[in-house]
């Protein structure tokens, strides 16, 4: 099982530089690493000593890394969820405190309840994992994988928890030795699980989700028909060279409502704005006015307001921002190479 996942590792990384471990391997690590060291705690007893703590520890997370695994498992992403790490950090960090003893009255009980339900919460998602995705599509193989997984986690989950934590006097109470060694055999069956679930997706990936292709809708088209409208409305009928020009104005010309046009500036002919598409059409208009030996002595300010700029600032400002020198410097080296 280990060779088939260091196989996995190597066959899909790349020579340089190395690739970190996928999300399957390291949820897997982190799974069974947990499950291990529950089982090594449940094994020693009271003979763990030192060991007693960090296996406590390890092993608390169990649910946490389980319900991950179980994710990597079933989803083909190659990253967690933001909220899925969350949560079972959650689950990890409420679980320390009872371990360490480092809170007591109603913190303590507090932070215990408040591990109680993410474990549960955990726990019962894990069972929603394998149906994510599940499709009639799908091949048999993956079915009948899903389905298995869902059947052995529940009859673990049912030995090592609805039937151990059963209420006194429902018939034969189950002693606290038997209980706990359930709980062994249970964890140590889950490893099982968990390196066959891997060893499967070795041999089956799955693909990782295709995000749809855009296709054309009746809405493109009809940008597409109203940017050859408004190009034609700039270029032919000079809509650009009277001041003061806005949204609404080029929207009752044209018929449409302002959402339209707005949409259209930005979506089908990529300006920024409305601003910005005139500006450009008045900036053209006016490099060939400056370019232009016929209009040598027509003053630029006069020239600014031709081209439907209201004061010779904004134009100075936007002529610049354009054609990187002044209105006055582009005239004269235009005139100098005609």
Same mark, same amino acid.
């Given at each position: ?11 899909? %990384? ?23 060291? /529950? ?6 007893? %009271? ?6 703590a ?8 169990g649910?946490?890394?389980?319900w ?5 498992v /079933? ?5 967690d969820?933001?909220?899925s790490?969350?949560?079972? $950090?959650? !689950? ?7 371990i ?7 913190a ?7 591990h109680?339900?993410?474990?549960s #919460? ?5 069972? !929603?994992?394998?149906f994510?995705?599940?499709?009639? &599509? $799908?091949?048999?193989?993956?079915? =009948? ?5 869902? %059947?052995?986690y529940?009859? +673990?989950m ?7 934590n059963?209420p006194?006097?429902?018939?034969a ?13 249970? %964890?140590?069956?889950?490893?099982l ?8 997706r ?12 855009? #296709?054309?809708t ?20 000079? /809509? ?11 929207? =009752?010309?044209l018929? &449409?409502?302002d ?5 259209c500036? #930005? ?19 006016a490099r ?7 209009l ?8 600014? +307001?031709?081209?439907g ?9 936007a002529?610049?921002?354009a054609a990187?020198?002044?209105p ?11």
């Open positions: 099982m280990s060779s088939t996942l260091l196989s996995l590792t190597l066959d899909t %990384a790349p020579a340089t530089p190395p690739k970190r471990p996928g999300r399957l391997a390291a949820h897997w690590a982190l799974t069974t690493g947990s499950l291990a060291c /529950f089982v090594l705690g449940q094994l020693l007893g %009271a003979n763990a000593g030192m060991l007693a960090p296996l406590a520890i390890g092993g608390g997370a649910c946490a890394f389980s991950l695994f179980t994710r990597a /079933f989803d083909p992403r190659e990253h969820a933001r909220w790490r969350i949560v079972a $950090l959650v !689950v990890f960090l409420t679980g320390l405190f009872p360490l003893g480092l809170l007591e009255g109603p303590a009980r507090m932070i215990q309840n408040t109680a339900l993410g474990s #919460t955990v726990l019962l998602l894990t069972f !929603v994992e394998p994510n995705g599940f499709r009639r &599509e $799908l091949p048999a193989a993956e079915k =009948r994988f899903r389905v298995i997984f869902v %059947a052995v529940a009859l +673990l049912g030995s090592s928890v609805l039937a151990v059963q006194d006097g429902a018939g109470a189950i002693d606290h030795d038997v209980a706990e060694r359930v709980k062994t055999i249970c %964890a140590g069956l889950a490893l699980l968990c390196g066959a679930a891997t060893w499967f070795a041999g089956h990936p799955l693909s990782a989700p295709k995000r749809r292709r855009e #296709t054309p009746a809405d493109a088209a009809e940008d597409a028909d109203l940017a050859r409208r408004i190009t034609s409305v700039l270029r032919e009928d000079a /809509f650009h060279a009277a001041p003061h020009r806005k949204v609404a104005d080029l929207a =009752r010309r018929g &449409e409502p959402y339209k046009i707005s949409r500036v #930005t979506a089908s002919l990529g300006f920024a704005n409305f601003n910005q598409m005139l500006n450009t059409y008045r900036i053209a208009r060939e006015m400056l370019a232009d030996p016929a040598r002595n027509r003053s630029i300010l006069l020239i600014a +307001l031709d081209c700029f209201g004061s010779i600032g904004p134009f100075n400002r002529f610049k921002a990187g020198v002044t006055r410097a582009f005239r004269t080296a235009s005139l100098r190479e005609s």
